[in-house]
């Protein structure tokens, strides 16, 4: 399960809190045995937790705690190998988690060991960043430092790293002040200053007047202080995880709060408050606010408003100050219709406190819904006018247990409406989408092609299934592009593959898409454990049960799907897909399932590619993709950076002029092509599930963030508020990938000469004005 920082903060809007009580009831032991119980019957591999295992698990957990290997010494490692190498596995079936908390202390003091020496080393050491030296990047499979003495040098060019970095964010900061200083007086129509955001201005200056030594130590402060929050079911949870991965990347212990994260993150809809939290000053703040939910609708909480303390219902409040943030997500949460009580610093009055009541509540999250765009691009050369459809759909959501959330039907209200306006084409823009409910996959497939298979599936035993769609008739026929990346994975690896087996939709991306071919269940614990066991904390276990395979027979496992057209790509040069996870599961292929292909023609793959190639080379835009993606790589394979600070900053002016040199040139192209088209541009306009049955359409840049996202979110800077959509500095308004796709779909139609007549010559549909 990928995990992302918002989901944590969302999570402040969740469910059900537990009793500290419970919490330390739970016998994590048990727990433990049963878990890996579990994965030796329930896995696809089927393996038994053996010596092999047993020192893969403990690899795991110290890459878990110290993935850069500068906390724990060889010596330390050695020890323990020692002791636990072929053992662990024994403990964990007798049900002794000692190791794990054993070896989580020997963390805790190797980190505390450090935060002496950094506290000193920043007291007592000058930097004068003028070596020679430079320090490794990526330290995942660097050899840890032999002792404490090898250890003290590794760390001596952290910290100069470390005070590096602050060196550089300080002159870069000051440069950004002047900048504002000289635009600030070059305006003859500057207002006179608030008042208020002044003194807020020289708040946060004086709250942020560190020295770099002061801001590198708080840092490795605030380290310690989490590592030091973390509890037994904290540490169970990283032990277990650790277990669950040495079978595969994908299995995966979930600690109750993981769960209700994950259960989230799959129905896009939770209950709680309605707000979105996040730290600042070590503070939980109120960073946006769900449109109509139940903060929303009670009144009184606010943005940037601070949160100080936690109450349920009417009991004593639980000061939440230097809490994590997880922490106090967890006391937020609580059942539909209970109350929770905030303690609360107004962002308008900083010096008062107020107490905020409010009902939990249901809450629909709406910035991850499948929404839609209907781009009307101009006539070139002669050619009409494109009418085209284009869904994005971040991920295969489903309400698993009551049915309410579909993506499926999400997509078809916004295909009908599409197909309404009369589009010539689709595109379904799955990129970024890490996959989701294998059903959805498979339901969402048979709104494009007609009843037939779509995946396979092979368990441990080597049993071959397969699922098909059901609707005897596709739901749309006519163009499509399905667009992928190489983050795209799972059900939309499915998804993608089906329609690329049954050549119904051309696929549009980056070299492959992740390459996650395995199925997964989540078990929960307590099923497996004795029935008079305390085990409300048990957790769950995300297990892959099987593999899954394209109709044609080859898996994704690995190897992804690859794209009839590939597009130039930072990512194809980064560490991303299952290829570059540990302990993944093989490639292999079975035999091929009977299917009807759409039309019996293959694309004509070779003359689109061939039309694409040709733009991309004459577009400036993918041609600095290429250009980083190759100074992107050397870096990568370089893995070392320089401790010099001339160095640095001359890398780093390097770097500013060529961006510079590129934003400059992207705004005269900009410029001439708008003297160039007039009004002859590409139209956007934009659906949510919200607005998709309204008679008129709203074009893109009149529909705001809140009406995007369901929720009202604070400003930070005046800029901000001043700066457009990312993608409206591109030509057209449009980013590369999306422009080049538009232009595929027009070769598209024109070599298939599948244009459908009743979208032609038609113009712009009814907007809001």
Avoid at 415 to 436: M, P, Q, T
Avoid at 609 to 616: A, F, G, Y
Wanted: aromatic share 6%.
């Amino acid at each position: 399960m990928i995990r992302f920082s918002l989901s944590l903060l969302a999570a402040a809007m969740a469910s059900v809190v537990s009793a500290p009580l419970a919490r330390a009831e739970t016998n994590f032991g048990q727990v433990a045995m049963h878990v890996a119980y579990m994965l030796q019957s329930q896995h696809y591999s089927h393996r038994d937790f053996d010596d092999e295992l047993s020192a893969k698990l403990l690899q795991n957990y110290l890459n878990m705690l110290d993935i850069r290997h500068i906390f724990f010494t060889q010596e330390d490692v050695d020890t323990l190998k020692s002791k636990y190498d072929t053992t662990l596995d024994d403990h964990v079936l007798m049900r002794n988690i000692s190791p794990a908390i054993e070896i989580y202390d020997i963390y805790k003091q190797r980190v505390q060991e450090r935060l002496d020496f950094v506290k000193k080393t920043l007291a007592t050491h000058t930097f004068t960043f003028d070596s020679n030296r430079t320090i490794e990047l990526k330290r995942d499979k660097a050899p840890y430092p032999k002792n404490k003495a090898a250890q003290d040098k590794l760390w001596l060019d952290i910290l100069e790293e470390n005070m590096l970095q602050e060196k550089l964010a300080d002159d870069a900061k000051a440069e950004e002040a002047r900048k504002k200083a000289e635009k600030a007086a070059n305006k003859a129509d500057a207002k006179p200053a608030d008042d208020k955001k002044t003194q807020a201005s020289a708040t946060a200056s004086k709250e942020e007047n560190l020295t770099p030594a002061q801001r590198v130590q708080r840092d490795y402060d605030r380290l310690l202080e989490s590592i030091n929050e973390n509890d037994q079911e904290d540490i169970v949870d990283f032990f277990l995880s650790s277990l669950s991965q040495a079978y595969d990347p994908h299995t995966e212990y979930m600690s109750p709060t993981e769960t209700d994260s994950f259960n989230i993150s799959m129905k896009h809809k939770l209950v709680g408050i309605g707000a979105l939290l996040g730290l600042v000053d070590d503070v939980a703040q109120i960073q946006g606010i769900v449109v109509g939910g139940p903060a929303d609708k009670q009144g009184e909480l606010k943005l940037n408003d601070k949160i100080t303390g936690v109450a349920q219902g009417d009991a004593e409040f639980v000061d939440t100050k230097y809490l994590k943030l997880q922490k106090i997500v967890d006391m937020i949460r609580g059942k539909e219709g209970s109350k929770v009580r905030l303690r609360v610093n107004p962002a308008d009055d900083p010096g008062t406190t107020k107490i905020v009541t409010i009902i939990r509540g249901e809450v629909e999250l709406k910035e991850k819904l499948a929404n839609a765009e209907l781009l009307v691009a101009p006539g070139e050369d002669g050619k009409e006018s494109l009418k085209l459809g284009w869904i994005n759909l971040s991920s295969f959501y489903a309400d698993m247990e009551n049915g309410t959330v579909s993506t499926t039907d999400d997509v078809q209200r916004l295909l009908a409406r599409l197909i309404k306006e009369k589009i010539d084409g689709l595109v379904l823009d799955l990129r970024g989408n890490g996959g989701g409910s294998l059903e959805e996959a498979i339901r969402l497939t048979g709104l494009f092609v007609p009843a037939g298979p779509v995946v396979q599936a092979k368990d441990w035993q080597g049993r071959i299934s397969y699922r098909e769609c059901e609707n005897p008739k596709a739901f749309y026929e006519g163009p499509m592009i399905v667009l992928t990346d190489k983050t795209s994975a799972s059900a939309s690896e499915i998804l993608a593959a089906a329609l690329q087996d049954y050549r119904r939709a051309l696929i549009v991306g980056d070299k492959s898409t992740f390459g996650k071919g395995t199925v997964q269940t989540i078990l929960p614990v307590e099923r497996f454990m004795p029935f008079f066991a305390k085990k409300d904390r048990a957790g769950n276990l995300k297990v892959t049960i099987q593999k899954f395979y394209r109709i044609a027979g080859g898996s994704t496992q690995l190897k992804g799907v690859e794209p009839d057209l590939v597009l130039p790509s930072i990512r194809d040069v980064l560490d991303i897909g299952e290829a570059s996870a540990d302990n993944p599961l093989p490639y292999d292929t079975i035999p091929a399932r009977k299917y009807n292909l759409v039309q019996d023609k293959p694309l004509p793959v070779a003359e689109l590619s061939k039309r694409m190639n040709e733009r991309v080379q004459a577009n400036p835009e993918f041609q600095y993709i290429i250009e980083e993606a190759r100074r992107l790589k050397e870096r990568i394979d370089r893995n070392n950076v320089s401790l010099n600070l001339a160095e640095r900053q001359k890398e780093m002016a390097e770097t500013k002029a060529r961006r510079e040199k590129q934003e400059a040139e992207r705004a005269q192209r900009v410029k001439e092509l708008a003297e160039k088209t007039k009004d002859g541009g590409f139209k956007v306009y934009h659906l949510t599930l919200d607005n998709v049955d309204k008679p008129e359409l709203v074009i893109e840049s009149d529909f705001t963030r809140e009406q995007s996202t369901g929720m009202r979110m604070a400003k930070r800077t005046d800029d901000e508020e001043e700066t457009g959509p990312p993608s409206s500095k591109f030509p057209y308004g449009l980013e590369p990938v999306k422009l080049e796709t538009v232009h595929v779909m027009r070769d598209f139609i024109e070599l298939t000469a599948k244009r459908p007549t009743t979208a032609k010559a038609e113009g712009a549909p009814a907007a809001a004005k």
